[in-house]
């Protein structure tokens, strides 16, 4: 089988710090797959609050995760600090990829990388949207 392969830019437009906590390990005493996700998903809240935004409000536009894609490179454990980086790519009519990488702090070892495909998403009309042009400029690099 074909492995999944994710290709990233040399440059990310936002990193943050988070750390592994014990409710993050699973029975292999490593980060668990699934922690991993919802790290990355901590961190994808961060980067909108750093460019002023909510998941619910980008330029009063809200997004949904359409798709995910990661690649698991090494092990996480209990009490590492994970750097998170991200910048949004691939832009299409309704939406774009958040590209990121996780890496221990402390060695550089890198964890995982990933995309998180994601849609623009007007709420109140319960239909796709187009994607803001102040997003665009934002949040690229």
Sequence with gaps: MARLQIDLPE???????????????????HLDNSAMLSLISE???????????SELD?????????????QYKS?????????????AGEFNKYGCDLLWRMSDKASGR???RGKHGIMFFDYDQRQPAP???AFMVKASV
């Design 11 to 29: 440059r990310f437009s936002f990193s943050t710090e988070i750390r592994i906590y014990i409710n993050h390990i699973n029975y292999g005493n």
């Design 43 to 53: 961190a994808r809240v961060r980067f909108f609050k750093a460019l002023d935004y």
């Design 58 to 70: 980008v330029e009063g536009i809200g997004i949904i995760v359409a798709d995910v894609a990661a």
């Design 75 to 87: 092990e996480a454990f209990h009490g590492e600090i994970m750097i998170v980086e991200m910048v």
């Design 110 to 112: 890198e964890v995982s």
């Design 131 to 133: 994607v803001p042009a």
